[in-house]
């Protein structure tokens, strides 16, 4: 299969403000480890900054991103890496109000694309939930007893308000 060209007018807006970060860019002595040794697992909703949540800045944590924050194989071949090679000895799992994956089901979500799209999406799960304390404290669970985890890692699980910016500790 043959290349195409990069869509440079698809993506000129960007483009031009890499030009102005380029020209103040202030990260050159970041090393790839977390400097505060946490990852956070959260959420791909972009009203959610994962580090100024938390007070940090770039080099302080790693951020793995999903739909619903959820904890998914790839997540935990991530964190796998993160404990073991790039400093991390604490995991955060952080989703949100308001969240959609939260809001609707599974087959709610389907139909919706298959609606408005004509798309069938059914062999995709989405991994919905109809209570989000539950499956967080599932997925925090899940990370915990998984191992391949590196041993002492502390592992959390917080709710973001999209609306108030607060995180509130859940027990897990």
Do not use: W
């Not at 972009?46 to 938390?54: D, F, K, T």
């Not at 007893?145 to 609306?163: F, N």
């Amino acid at each position: 299969m043959e290349q195409g060209h990069f869509p440079t007018d698809g993506f000129a807006d960007v483009l031009g403000a890499n030009k102005e970060y380029v020209a103040n860019f202030k990260y050159s002595e970041l090393t790839g480890r977390a400097a505060k040794g946490l990852a956070i697992v959260t959420c791909m909703d972009s009203r959610i900054n994962p580090l100024s949540v938390g007070g940090m800045r770039s080099g302080d944590a790693k951020i793995l991103r999903n739909a619903g924050a959820r904890v998914t194989d790839d997540v935990l071949r991530t964190l796998v890496l993160a404990t073991y090679l790039l400093g991390v000895n604490r995991i955060l799992v952080m989703p949100h109000t308001d969240c959609r994956m939260a809001n609707e089901t599974e087959e709610e979500l389907h139909a919706h694309i298959d609606r408005e799209h004509g798309v069938d999406t059914r062999a995709l799960e989405f991994k919905t939930v109809k209570d989000q304390k539950a499956a967080l404290a599932g997925d925090v669970q899940q990370i915990r007893s998984y191992p391949l985890i590196r041993e002492g890692v502390i592992v959390g699980g917080a709710i973001y308000d999209v609306k108030t910016g607060s995180i509130t500790p859940i027990d897990c």
